[in-house]
């Protein structure tokens, strides 16, 4: 971490933070835990962690964080989502509770878990070609997926299991990025430093 790397805060309401800053920290970036508004105001950028989305979702709600993280992002704040940070930035979810609320800005369907439970959690080696020639070591833990993507949304890596060859588990649409796996999990920090990248170009 460099005094001048960005200030990137980790959404800490619920999920696996610590890892998050970790790799930001190993990426370059200043990393903070937000939970509050205030700590949103000063933030450059933010990660919404893995966890459980329906109780992300609650608590953001519960704690008066809903409305300024959709503010955050419609003002152009870069946001990074993993597994049920994905679920919690995307447009619209299958087999979410009716009354299940996102941050929203990918213009994507995604489905919650979506590779099966707990027991079905697993590895694979992802192609992820705008990080080079090397796999990506994704870690799928409960994970969705996505099912479809607006026009103005890139598709970054497929896995070929679950709904079909070639099922869409990375995306970026702007300042926004998503996994449906667990980056921080896995010692490879390539997706956090191409999200400092991002965040470095909006400062």
């Given at each position: ?14 999920g696996d933070v610590r890892e998050h800053m970790w790799s930001l920290r190993a990426a370059g970036a200043r ?173």
């Amino acid at each position: 971490m460099t005094s001048d790397g960005p200030l990137v805060g980790v959404l800490a309401i619920q999920g696996d933070v610590r890892e998050h800053m970790w790799s930001l920290r190993a990426a370059g970036a200043r990393a903070v835990p937000v939970g509050s508004t205030s700590d949103l105001e000063s933030v450059d950028a933010l990660v919404l962690p893995g966890g459980e989305s329906t109780t992300m979702s609650k608590l953001a709600l519960a704690d008066g964080l809903m409305e300024p993280l959709r503010t955050a992002r419609a003002a152009g704040m870069p946001m990074f989502g993993s597994c049920a940070g994905m679920i919690m930035l995307a447009d619209r979810i299958q087999d979410g509770r009716p009354d299940q609320e996102t941050v929203g800005g990918l213009d994507i369907v995604v489905r919650r878990n979506a590779f099966g439970r707990q027991v079905d959690s697993f590895e694979a080696a992802v192609a992820v070609p705008c990080l080079g020639e090397t796999d990506f070591p994704a870690i799928f833990i409960r994970a969705p997926w996505v099912e479809s993507v607006g026009d103005d949304v890139q598709v970054l890596a497929r896995v070929d299991r679950g709904l079909a060859e070639g099922t869409i588990v990375a995306v970026r649409q702007g300042s926004l990025l998503a996994t449906a796996f667990h980056p921080e999990l896995t010692g490879d920090s390539r997706f956090h430093d191409l999200f400092v990248q991002m965040v470095r170009q909006t400062r």
